[in-house]
């Protein structure tokens, strides 16, 4: 599976961002997808996660409110809209993918389930 992650850009606080992952070589329809980000100097963090028909969604409580995670399952994309923006959500976010993933969402907010990862955009808040 290739993840090709874009949209990300420096935004001031209060701001908007819309994050777009793209994916190729599975069946899209068979992949949990899910966004992490990680921080200069801190490990990669859970953000979002979308189960494979987007009935099902998990947020980290950082994200809870304020983002959005999507997919178009048509047009083989995952979003992921981020509002009220903060200085500390300055990161380069991933897009990630678990193939035909049995596993609840809330089992998946770490990294190590994941089996395919984009290769980043960097989003950059200021204050």
């Known amino acids: 599976v290739q993840l090709q992650a874009s949209g990300g850009g420096l935004v001031q606080t209060g701001g908007s961002l819309r994050l777009s992952c793209e994916a190729s070589?599975?069946?899209?329809?068979?992949?949990?997808m899910g966004w992490f980000r990680q921080a200069p100097g801190k490990e990669r963090e859970f953000v979002a996660a979308?189960?494979?028909?987007?009935?099902?969604?998990q947020y980290a409580d950082s994200a809870k409110g304020r983002f959005t995670i999507s997919r178009d399952n048509a047009r083989e994309l995952v979003f992921l809209q981020m509002d009220s923006l903060k200085p500390e959500d300055t990161a380069v976010y991933f897009c990630?993918?678990?193939?035909?993933?049995?596993?609840?969402?809330?089992?998946?907010?770490?990294?190590?389930?994941?089996?395919?990862w984009g290769q980043g955009t960097q989003v950059t808040v200021s204050s």
């Open positions: 979308i189960s494979r028909r987007g009935g099902g969604t």
């Open positions: 990630a993918a678990r193939w035909r993933s049995s596993l609840p969402l809330g089992s998946l907010t770490s990294s190590r389930p994941w089996s395919y």
């Open positions: 070589g599975r069946v899209f329809a068979d992949l949990t």
